[in-house]
């Protein structure tokens, strides 16, 4: 199966369910690149041990059945809440049990090894979901009962379905790859780029068990060690032993942000969740004293030049505000990441050259909240021909609201009160928001800005009749004129009635919806929640990831080292 990549989260990463938002951001970064993701996940740390001893105690080990079928909910609980946490981040996403899709074992119920998948209902599952989120760790045996992988068996797991989807595989852990000795321990420990299966089952020790580099070897399947969000791993299954380049310590990459409102809120509570990648050294507000529990507050937007800053995070709204920073910043050497998609849509041509070669602007969040939008574009190997979708969710709601029987007023409120709703509604439920996404979907699919006061724009209050069925929809086309063969776009954002069933049809309150539509006639189909603080902030830390791991890379020296000694 094409673009599928098999992450394995352990307990040395998910230690708690405080921890879920590494697996979110982590899982969200291979989505946006391009890959559907199967989510492999052990129980949290200590649980298993615990699970054991309750266990032992009640029945002793007379009953392999109940110490299996008790055990494996610590890794159900884990990926219950994964699938509750990546659904508030609006990311759709599929929970699904190792018995659906015929994960079979054979062996001993507490030490077993999956020997079969039914892969044809992981795709279907794929066709409609593109993450799905997996317990490891245990299967079923030929009688449907639970059977246990053993210890590594969340390891064994996800590398046995990678090989079986002919997918990529990372397994995540708390160390930077694998090491010739612990790193935790050792002071002169050398971490490798590239093992060999051999030299890995001689090195690795208990960061990977060797039941699971066995399975690697016996399928020929080379596979990926590192932590979450970040670029450096170790390579398995590669030819030659190679040891990973020297790198620096590292600090913090030190931020400023602009706006503590509802996007600009969730993206300071997440940043502050990574202190060892990020630290924030100034919120700039218009009015400190409505942010009490919030350090570092200024309203000194002068701040942005602070040459101690390295990121300049634009979440406030204004258009004119929003850009005089964001050039500011950009011209003084910043990176700069914005949520502002009215300053980036207006402005584009004079920003195009920050947004190319060593880009310097980031604005994913800009269009669709957590849908990965500009990202797919970016990814096309083959010209588009038309987008089309639902790119507010704002209208969403409100229409929702308003086709339940609800006055359009009532909706109004009643989307404001859910957060999905600025004081001022206007921005959003004339069109205006949806036209400044499509002028930057344009930009990505068709390389030609096109400013959003030229784009034909019509909103909910254009709907006279009945609301039910109505969805905003934004389209640009691309042709060629009859006459002279020149590239045409035909560009509109206005109520629709698509037809009922159909994927922008069946769209629902905030959620987004954008169907890509190439010259061969291919369609891609993106769906994610488009409105709302944190599909907003997980697409903002998806930028800041991107960028923390381009000036990792850009520390490392430059060549690798074949292994000869270590001196």
């Given amino acids: 199966m094409p673009n599928v990549e098999v992450l394995k989260f352990g307990s040395s990463v998910l230690r708690s369910p405080r921890d879920l938002h ?127 992988f053993g210890r590594g068996g969340s390891d064994l797991s996800a590398l046995f379905l990678a090989a079986a989807l002919g997918a990529s595989c990372r397994l995540l852990k708390d160390v930077r790859g694998v090491f010739d000795a612990d790193p935790a321990s050792a002071t002169a420990a050398h971490r490798f780029s590239a093992l060999s299966w051999t030299r890995a089952l001689e090195v690795s020790g208990p960061l990977i068990q060797k039941k699971a580099l066995q399975e690697a070897l016996n399928q020929g399947l080379a596979f990926e060690v590192g932590r979450p969000n970040e670029a450096a791993g170790t390579r398995v299954g590669h030819t030659n032993d190679t040891w990973a380049p020297p790198t620096p310590p590292a600090r913090p990459l030190r931020i400023a942000l602009f706006g503590c409102g509802v996007v600009g809120f969730g993206v300071y509570k997440t940043i502050k969740r990574y202190p060892e990648a990020f630290e924030i050294l100034h919120v700039v507000v218009r009015a400190p004293e409505r942010y009490p529990h919030i350090d570092r507050l200024t309203t000194d937007a002068a701040v942005a030049l602070d040459p101690a800053v390295d990121i300049v995070v634009v979440c406030c709204g204004g258009q004119s505000f929003a850009y005089s920073v964001i050039l500011a910043s950009l011209n003084s050497g910043k990176y700069v990441v914005t949520a502002n998609k009215a300053a980036v849509a207006s402005n584009g041509e004079s920003l195009a050259p920050y947004t190319r070669g060593e880009r310097r602007l980031w604005y994913s969040a800009a269009v669709g909240g957590a849908l990965p939008a500009l990202e797919t574009l970016a990814t096309l190997r083959e010209p588009v021909r038309e987008i089309r979708g639902i790119i507010n969710g704002t209208c969403g709601v409100v229409l929702d609201a308003w086709s339940r029987g609800e006055s ?33 979907l344009i930009e ?124």
């Avoid at 404001?416 to 400044?436: H, K, W, Y």
């Avoid at 009945?466 to 640009?476: D, E, H, Q, W």
Wanted: glycine fraction near 8%.
């Fill in 444 to 567: 990505a699919s068709f390389s030609e800005w096109i400013r959003p006061e030229h784009i034909c724009t019509q909103g909910i209050d254009a709907i006279s009749d009945n609301p039910i069925g109505y969805k905003v929809i934004a389209r640009a086309r691309r042709s060629r004129s009859p006459e002279h063969g020149s590239p045409h776009i035909t560009v509109s954002v206005s109520p629709e009635r698509p037809p009922p069933g159909s994927f922008l049809g069946e769209a629902y309150g905030p959620e987004n919806r954008l169907e890509i539509e190439l010259d061969s006639g291919e369609i891609i189909r993106l769906r994610a929640q488009g409105a709302g603080r944190w599909p907003t902030s997980v697409s903002v830390l998806g930028d800041l990831h991107e960028i923390a791991r381009l000036v990792e890379q850009t520390r490392e020296v430059s060549v690798s080292q074949p292994i000869t000694s270590h001196g």
């Fill in 408 to 440: 359009r007023e009532a909706a109004i409120l009643h989307a404001q009160a859910r957060g999905f709703v600025e004081a001022d509604p206007t921005q959003d439920l004339s069109g205006r928001d949806s036209a400044d996404k499509l002028a930057l």
């Fill in 22 to 148: 590494v697996a979110v951001d982590e899982i969200y970064r291979r989505w946006r690149s391009g890959c559907r993701v199967l989510a492999v996940v052990s129980a949290f740390e200590g649980v298993t041990d615990e699970l054991m001893a309750d266990v032992m105690d009640s029945v002793g080990n007379e009953c392999p059945e109940a110490v299996a079928a008790y055990v494996a909910t610590g890794e159900e609980r884990t990926a219950a809440l994964l699938q509750g946490s990546l659904h508030r981040y609006g990311l759709p996403s599929r929970l699904v049990n190792p018995r659906e899709i015929a994960l079979i074992a054979e062996g001993p119920l507490l030490e077993s090894k999956p020997t079969r998948v039914d892969v044809i209902a992981l795709e279907r599952l794929f066709e409609r979901y593109p993450i799905l989120v997996l317990p490891g760790f245990y299967g079923a045996d030929g009688q449907g009962r639970t059977s246990l």
